[in-house]
T-cell receptor, first 113, second 113 residues
Framework: AQSVTQLDSQVPVFEEAPVELRCNYS??????LFWYVQYPNQGLQLLLK??????LVKGINGFEAEFNKSQTSFHLRKPSVHISDTAEYFC???????????FGAGTRLFVKA | GAGVSQSPSNKVTEKGKDVELRCDPI?????LYWYRQRLGQGLEFLIY????????KSGLPSDRFSAERTGESVSTLTIQRTQQEDSAVYLC???????????FGPGTRLLVL
């Protein structure tokens, strides 16, 4: 992957509303795609990943993402967010067979009561 | 088992001093990564180790930065003659054999005065 773009730096949303965090990547080869989450004052942890197969990937805490090769996108969605989902979310891409993961700049999700 | 650990968790230093940051990866993980995360920005790749060798040092910002890994375990990132622009969170991650899922430590927050 050459670059990963997260289109929104901040996303405020009310509790129980749906949310979509957008991610686009550029690469001349096939890629693995990831979403990591960083809760306040904690390290990054894997939310979900796409390696191959079904383009709809389900992760922890009710999140899912859909790989769209034609649009080079990997948007993250959740149908109903909780206050506890407030965190920074990072999209990342890795060329298959490679080792250098490229991270986006992050999207700060802020869930309001 | 234990996750990735990093020390110190916080480091305040004066401009011009040298600092050493430590990372203990998950036992058995042969791949180890260092990243820098400046305030409000994404993760910036610094260096990758496979075992004790570093096939990719391309992300090190300058010759003031160096890293080593011994015994396929602990790694240290050294910054010589620190500058204020070195202030950031330095994250370490490990993975089983390189690529795919990385497991992150909590980071070292470095502040250069």
């Amino acid at each position: 992957a050459q670059s990963v773009t997260q289109l929104d730096s901040q996303v405020p949303v009310f509790e129980e509303a749906p949310v979509e965090l957008r991610c686009n990547y550029s690469s001349s080869v096939s890629v693995y795609l990831f979403w990591y989450v960083q809760y306040p004052n904690q390290g990054l942890q894997l939310l979900l990943k796409y390696l191959s197969g079904s383009t709809l990937v389900k992760g922890i805490n009710g999140f899912e993402a859909e790989f769209n090769k034609s649009q080079t996108s990997f948007h993250l969605r959740k149908p109903s967010v909780h206050i506890s989902d407030t965190a920074e979310y990072f999209c990342a891409a890795l060329n298959t067979g490679g080792f250098k993961t490229i991270f986006g700049a992050g999207t700060r999700l802020f869930v309001k009561a | 088992g234990a996750g990735v650990s990093q020390s110190p968790s916080n480091k305040v230093t004066e401009k011009g001093k040298d600092v050493e940051l430590r990372c203990d990866p998950i036992s058995g993980h042969t791949a180890l990564y260092w990243y820098r995360q400046r305030l409000g920005q994404g993760l910036e790749f610094l260096i990758y180790f496979q075992g004790n060798s570093a096939p990719d040092k391309s992300g090190l910002p300058s010759d003031r930065f160096s890293a080593e890994r011994t015994g396929e375990s602990v790694s240290t990132l050294t910054i010589q003659r620190t500058q204020q622009e070195d202030s950031a969170v330095y994250l370490c991650a490990s993975s089983i054999s390189g690529g795919e899922t990385q497991y992150f430590g909590p980071g070292t927050r470095l502040l250069v005065l």
